[in-house]
């Protein structure tokens, strides 16, 4: 029995060859170790072929039972491995030995490998979007909650590594969040071009079997049809957008993983990763490494080169389907598969991350962060901005050689600084006085900057944003949920 097995997949689609592949130039073609990820949304889209095939009189009632029933037993089957080509190959082999080629070589009636493929992929891909949409979600959830508890906890804000301005902990939680909602909205967009069924394109040129591709479409979830049969069978596009915007976000997910791997030296000293997410050295007992965040750095890496793999492939295929397109799969799968767990992995180390709002706070109070406040303080008192500017550098280059701060200048100290004459030594000392991390921060009240009043306004803003876009992946979710158990009645209404 195994050996006819064989025989049937090996020659599946073979009819005009007289010998198999060898061995060896099977295991080259072969993409069965990579169509697990989709085996069974070719079971599912065979059956919504079938149906469609049979509402449409292609197939009689006992036809579509026996091939519906053969797809349903073939789903708790093992179909990871096999000497047939690939995933299509294989369900179709095994409907056969089932009921028999008479009946069973019906099932792929006006369909071609070329656009079931294309079909599985779109499948595949959709729920990883939805998934990945509720992954991103749940990240910027708790990216909310860190940020309002600190939206009054200080520290120190970079550029170039250098510190720039006084700013709070809540402030770079909400920088991640906005970020991730541009990698969140992509996803969302793209999702509308992913959701269009390729299926009943054939194998480039469409039919002459009169077939309704709407309804192959309506019963698996998708919202349209991929319309044109070469665009249907030979087109990526969508695909690789959908890879691009995940190495997008693991591009920022990396950035976020440095920030925290900076943080959490000896020397900032400004979080403490849970034990849970760290790893001690082999030889060092004192060490507690960030080895996952590095390893979201390399991962990051990893689903860059994915995207270069499968915009590689495309870049040189003529239009109608060539057999490269069969390696874009494990890129894809990969991709997907990385992004989902990082978005988890850092839920969790958020989650559980121990901020030292004390050693922010003197680091943030000390130096010269507050030096933009007090040129500001100046330019409020009638003073061009590059004069207050020239001044403040000035106050601080007399700062740095004594080795204060500047609020630590006497007035002797600020009357030998100044070369301007635009303002009154005392009433700088004044200004100088007035301005400390508090004042620095109630101060801040552009949109969107780091100021009290600011953070708390954009907590609740990004709540709400969050909370409307979860309404929008939820009712994706449940719209093709809704579809394929409208499929699975009309199965087991027939095969009953």
């Known amino acids: ?60 009632k006992v036809e579509t039972k026996k091939i519906l029933a053969a797809l ?61 949409c509720k992954c991103i979600l749940d990240l910027i959830d708790t990216l909310v909650s860190v940020a309002e508890k600190h939206t ?27 970020s991730l909602f ?21 194998p480039v040129g469409g039919t002459s079997i009169p077939i309704d591709r709407n309804s192959t479409a309506r019963m698996l979830g998708f919202k349209g049809l991929v319309e044109n049969s070469i665009d249907a069978t030979s087109g990526r596009d969508v695909i690789a957008e959908y890879a691009s915007n995940v190495a997008i976000l693991m591009t920022g997910l990396s950035r976020m993983a440095e920030d925290l791997i900076i943080w959490s030296t000896s020397e900032f000293a400004f979080v403490e990763l849970s034990d849970k997410f760290s790893s001690p050295s082999s030889v060092m007992p004192q060490k507690k490494n960030p080895d996952i965040l590095e390893l979201t750095r390399g991962k990051a890496a990893r689903v860059i080169g994915n995207l270069v793999a499968v915009l590689t492939t495309l870049k040189g295929l003529a239009s109608g389907y060539g057999r490269d397109l069969q390696e874009i799969k494990p890129s894809v799968f990969s991709t997907s598969k990385i992004a989902v767990s990082a978005l988890v992995v850092l839920n969790s180390m958020f989650a559980t991350l121990h901020v030292n709002k004390q050693k922010m ?31 403040v550098g000035q106050l601080v280059h007399t ?17 030998k600084s100044l070369t301007e004459k635009q303002i009154e030594p005392k009433k700088l000392l004044k200004v100088i006085s007035s301005i400390d ?32 876009y979860r309404s929008g992946t939820t009712k994706r979710a449940a719209d093709v949920d809704a579809a394929l158990k409208g499929l699975s009645v009309k199965i087991h209404s027939i095969i009953k």
């Open 152 to 178: 009054d906890t200080p520290m120190p804000l970079y550029t170039h590594l250098q510190q720039a301005q006084i700013g709070t902990f809540s402030h770079f939680m909400l920088s991640y969040t906005d």
């Open 437 to 468: 991390i508090n004042t620095s921060l109630e101060g801040r009240v552009s949109r969107g900057s780091s100021g009290f009043a600011e953070q708390k306004r954009m907590v609740a803003d990004r709540r709400a944003k969050a909370q409307a």
């Open 399 to 415: 700062a740095h050689r004594s080795n204060k701060s500047l609020s630590e200048l006497s007035l002797a100290e600020i009357k």
């Open 361 to 391: 706070r003197r680091v943030a109070g000390s130096g010269y962060l507050a030096a933009l406040d007090v040129a500001e303080a100046l330019v409020n008192e009638g003073i061009s901005f590059r004069i207050a500017h020239k001044i």
């Open 182 to 202: 541009r990698d969140l909205d992509r996803l969302y967009v793209t999702y509308g071009r992913i959701n269009e069924s390729p299926l009943g394109a054939g």
């Open 1 to 60: 029995m195994l050996y006819i097995t064989i025989i049937i997949a090996s020659l599946m689609y073979r009819s005009r060859f007289d010998q198999s592949l060898d061995k060896f130039t099977l295991d080259y073609v072969s993409s069965i170790s990579d169509d697990s990820e989709i085996a069974m949304y070719d079971i599912i889209g065979s059956q919504a072929h079938v149906m469609m095939l049979h509402e449409n009189k292609i197939l009689s």
């Open 72 to 132: 349903e037993k073939i789903k708790k089957e093992n179909l990871s491995s096999s000497d047939a080509e690939d995933i299509h190959e294989l369900i179709e082999s095994r409907v056969v030995k089932k009921i028999g080629l008479k009946i069973g070589g019906k099932m792929h009636t006006a369909r071609s490998r070329n656009d079931q493929v294309a079909l599985d992929l779109r499948m595949k891909v959709r729920d990883d979007t939805n998934i990945l």
